[in-house]
T-cell receptor, first 114, second 115 residues
Framework: EAQVTQNPRYLITVTGKKLTVTCSQN?????MSWYRQDPGLGLRQIYY???????DKGDVPEGYKVSRKEKRNFPLILESPSPNQTSLYFC?????????????FGPGTRLLVL | TQLLEQSPQFLSIQEGENLTVYCNSS?????LQWYRQEPGEGPVLLVT?????EVKKLKRLTFQFGDARKDSSLHITAAQPGDTGLYLC???????????????FGTGTRLTIIP
C-alpha cells in the first residue's frame, strides 16, 4: 500500500529536550516536505527536499532541522524544542511539486512542548 | 510569502443545504488544489484546477478557478454528513530555487453538516 508514515503520532516533551520525528514514504517520491498546522493559520511549510541531500527552507524553518540521506526518509529534528513549537506536524511527498501533482500526506504527529 | 484567505473559517449547516467556500489571494497561481482533511488524518487531494475560469465537478462538489487565477470556490450541493471536514485550498507558484513550484496552503474552512 502506497503511504507516508510518521512516528511518533503523539509526543509530549519538555523545553530543550531534543527530539526527532521520522517520516518515510514507499512511493519512490523525489519531493518531500514538512508542514505544521495551527488553528487559523492553515498548513505552513517548514522545510522541503527536492531529492537526496537537497533540502531548503520553507516559510517557517526557525528552530527546525531536516536531513535527506535516503530517498524514502525525511526526519524532522527539533534540537531545542520550545512551547511555540507545540503543533500538529505533517510530512508529505510527491514525485515533484508542479501542476497537477498530488501530494500525499502522512497521518500527522501531534507535539506538545511543556 | 503569498497568502491564501479562505472564507468562511467555520460553517455549520443542515443536511441537504447548499454551500460555497471561497479561497482568495492577491497573487496569481499556476494551479490551485483543494484538499479535505478529516480528524486524525492528513489532507487528501480532491481536485486540481489549472486554467483560469476552469470548472471541475466531483459528484456534488463543484470547483471553479477564477479567471485571473487568484481565487477559487468550492460549491457543495445537497450537503451530506460525510462532507464534514476541514477544506483546504493550496496554490502553486514558482519557487525561487530549482524552478519547481511551491504550494501555499489557505487558512482552511471547517465544515460541519448536521444530520
Amino acid at each position: 500500500e502506497a503511504q507516508v508514515t510518521q512516528n511518533p503520532r503523539y509526543l509530549i516533551t519538555v523545553t530543550g529536550k531534543k527530539l526527532t520525528v521520522t517520516c518515510s514514504q514507499n512511493m519512490n517520491h523525489e519531493y518531500m516536505s514538512w508542514y505544521r498546522q495551527d488553528p487559523g493559520l492553515g498548513l505552513r511549510q517548514i522545510y522541503y527536499s527536492m531529492n537526496v541531500e537537497v533540502t531548503d527552507k520553507g516559510d517557517v524553518p526557525e528552530g527546525y532541522k531536516v536531513s535527506r540521506k535516503e530517498k524514502r526518509n525525511f526526519p524532522l529534528i527539533l534540537e531545542s524544542p520550545s512551547p511555540n513549537q507545540t503543533s500538529l506536524y505533517f510530512c508529505a511527498s510527491s514525485f515533484y511539486v508542479g501542476v497537477q501533482e498530488t501530494q500525499y500526506f502522512g497521518p500527522g504527529t501531534r507535539l506538545l512542548v511543556l | 510569502t503569498q497568502l491564501l484567505e479562505q472564507s468562511p473559517q467555520f460553517l455549520s449547516i443542515q443536511e441537504g443545504e447548499n454551500l460555497t467556500v471561497y479561497c482568495n489571494s492577491s497573487s496569481v497561481f499556476s494551479s490551485l488544489q483543494w484538499y479535505r482533511q478529516e480528524p486524525g488524518e492528513g489532507p487528501v487531494l480532491l481536485v486540481t484546477v489549472v486554467t483560469g475560469g476552469e470548472v471541475k465537478k466531483l459528484k456534488r462538489l463543484t470547483f471553479q478557478f477564477g479567471d485571473a487565477r487568484k481565487d477559487s470556490s468550492l460549491h457543495i450541493t445537497a450537503a451530506q454528513p460525510g462532507d464534514t471536514g476541514l477544506y483546504l485550498c493550496a496554490g502553486a507558484a514558482l519557487a525561487t530555487n530549482f524552478g519547481n513550484e511551491k504550494l501555499t496552503f489557505g487558512t482552511g474552512t471547517r465544515l460541519t453538516i448536521i444530520p
